[in-house]
């Protein structure tokens, strides 16, 4: 298993996530010493207009302004929750997992503000990942937050970290997507307004509190897992501005020839789009996005068609096929796209494929099928010669990727963090009589967790 680098952070920033020291579990003194859990420093309201003023977005992936979906959650009525959502599904990304492991203080403070501001009366703090499990757990119990939160475990899948499948999986169901609306904070857990904010932006919600001199620095920093073929994973730190060409260098990749954005849910990008500045907007602009943050960038040797055709098998894969569409959209797209690599496409596959990428758009439950959809779209937009030149002849860089392995090639392993020494508290027992829906919080009967994989 490829370990994944974390850069040594002694100069770090205080708005900073990364931390002082991204290779161990936080205490919670060390937290406090950063100025975490500064209950008085700054207001609930007082927060909320600065979290407004920064423009902080959603690091999950969709990047939603985090002060319009807290309000929304406040003003819904009846006893609202907040979800910590550490489940990311995005195969290149770790961030959510490492954030769990090594600052679980930062994020549960950046959930007990968010229960302040939206007058949440319970939390919980959504994952799969058994050792980001055990840091939290160690946290409630070493800082006690003043509301009942509960650790939910489920199972590690692409569609696990959607809102709703969070939403679903608290209530004690499978952790699938439902149609919406509803969207949580109108009806989420146990039919209550819910917030169900990623992890990272929990974090950088702490972080103004502590730091509201630093809001627009905070919000306008996020983390990325860099991966790709010439070095191993790296997660770091970057500020809004950055450009792809300057992230591809200090991932080992100074040769680039594009990159996979956003996990699977940005597509691909040609050479020209490593001159972009990493910005929502200006990614937007040019029909892409930062998404969760992981960018996995390809260097010479490596062919766009062979990693569309990869990341479609890995979404085909993980189609929960609850979608009629879904089930035969993404298996199309996976099937037409390994034929290009393959050398074996009819004259007619890129017709085919820009006619699923506009028509599939919009038509699943969730996410999934508009990544599969945009990973066809991306192919044809930044690389129509190399497609055409896919139906001419068999590609030999193609040739030396052996299909099998294309779901491997794209996930990257969890950085190791060290946890300190002493005993890991027994969970807590889940309260008698609870309502139907209850949370399968800490529950010995947790479903089994997949081994992540790491890159070859
Ligand atoms: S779009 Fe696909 S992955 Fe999403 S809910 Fe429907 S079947 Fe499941």
Known sequence: MTTIRLPTTSSTPSGSVLGPAPHRTESAGAYRATGGYGAAATGPEELLAHLTDSGLRGRGGAGFPAAVKLRSVRDGGGAPVVVANGEEGEPGSAKDRWLLRARPHLVLDGLVRSAEITGAVRGFVYLSDPAAAASVRRALTEHPPPLPVEVVETAHT???????????RIDGGPALPTAKPPRPFERGVGGAPTLVSN?????????????????????????????????????????????????????????????????????????????????????????????CGAIRFLVPGDCPVTTAADAAAHLSAESARQ?????????????????????????????????????????????????????????????????????????????????????????????????????????????????????????????PLPTLKGTP
Do not use: K
Not at 158 to 168: D, I, L, N
Not at 377 to 384: E, I, K, M, Q, V
């Open 199 to 291: 992890v990272e932006t929990l974090a950088r919600i702490a972080l103004t509190a502590a730091r509201p001199d630093l809001r627009r620095d905070i919000a306008h920093g996020t983390l990325v897992t860099l991966s790709g073929r010439a070095a191993g994973p790296v997660l770091t730190e970057a500020a809004y501005g950055t450009s792809l060409r300057d992230l591809a260098e200090r991932h080992g990749s100074p040769d680039a020839t594009g990159a996979l954005m956003g996990g699977l849910f940005g597509g691909l990008v040609d050479a020209r789009a490593l001159d972009l500045p990493l910005e929502p907007a200006a990614l937007a602009a040019a029909g892409t996005a930062l998404g």
């Open 158 to 168: 692409y569609v696990a970290g959607e809102e709703t499948a969070a939403v679903r």
């Open 323 to 447: 979608c009629g569409v879904c089930v035969s959209g993404t298996g199309a797209v996976g099937n037409a796209l390994h034929a290009l690599a393959a050398g074996t496409a009819a004259p007619d596959t890129p017709d085919h494929l820009q006619r699923w990428a506009t028509g599939l758009r919009g038509r699943g439950a969730c996410g999934l099928l508009d990544a599969a959809a945009g990973i066809a779209g991306s192919l044809l937009r930044s690389f129509p010669a190399l497609v055409r030149s896919h139906l001419a002849a068999p590609c030999p860089d193609c040739a030396g990727h052996a299909p099998a392995d294309g779901r491997r090639r794209l996930t990257v392993a969890v950085p190791e963090v060290a946890v300190p020494p002493g005993r890991i508290p027994a969970p807590p027992r889940p309260a008698a009589g609870r309502a139907t829906g209850a949370p399968r919080a800490s529950s010995p009967t947790a479903i």
